[in-house]
């Protein structure tokens, strides 16, 4: 590896205790999910903090008895094995990539998100680079206007909204670096 700087972005992620100390202390172990409605395979890192306390309170809701803390690292984003799904020419040509696929291996188009993307990765050569993937979640669930701040219900052009989240999804543990638990 070169000495030259590399796109990165810090990232956070919730989990328990063992498996993050785990993420911490072993530089190869990534905490995987094979989510087929998000990016598919992969350890999946909020853009800021806030998203990432929310998370852990939700997962504290959810299991009151386990202990969950957060970490964060430096995610290399490097344009050649990104997968940008913020861009709409990237998303345009997988679109026109799924269907190939599925022409070619008798498949419903219709799947969630996930395993597309896994799919392709592990079909097209040219994908198998791919290392990050880069996503919008929109958590307004209810299209409510909840921060009067950012919103404005006065102007109906394009806006800025506080309801979409980034999210990075690694699929390999040498593009996240920098690893620490986060109080």
């Not at 990539?97 to 188009?109: S, T, V």
Request: one cysteine or more; charged letters at 30%.
């Amino acid at each position: 590896m070169s000495d030259k700087l590399r796109t990165n972005v810090k990232g956070y992620h919730v989990n328990d205790n063992e498996r993050c100390l785990k993420f911490i202390s072993e530089e190869k172990y990534l905490i995987t999910s094979k989510d087929k409605f998000w990016l598919g395979f992969g350890m999946y890192f909020w853009d800021n903090n806030s998203n990432a306390e929310y998370w852990k309170k939700q997962k504290i809701k959810k299991e009151p008895n386990v202990t969950y803390i957060k970490v964060s690292s430096n995610i290399f984003i490097d344009e050649e094995y990104l997968l940008d799904l913020t861009d709409v020419n990237i998303v345009n040509g997988l679109e026109y990539l799924w269907k190939l696929y599925c022409k070619k291996k008798k498949e419903e188009e219709n799947q969630p998100l996930g395993i597309k993307i896994d799919k392709l990765i592990e079909f097209f050569e040219d994908m198998k680079s791919i290392k990050v993937i880069k996503g919008i979640g929109n958590y307004d669930i209810n299209h409510n206007k909840t921060n009067t701040f950012i919103n404005k219900e006065s102007y109906s052009g394009p806006q800025i909204d506080c309801n979409l989240k980034a999210i990075y999804c690694a699929r390999n543990y040498g593009f996240v670096v920098n690893r620490k638990v986060e109080s």
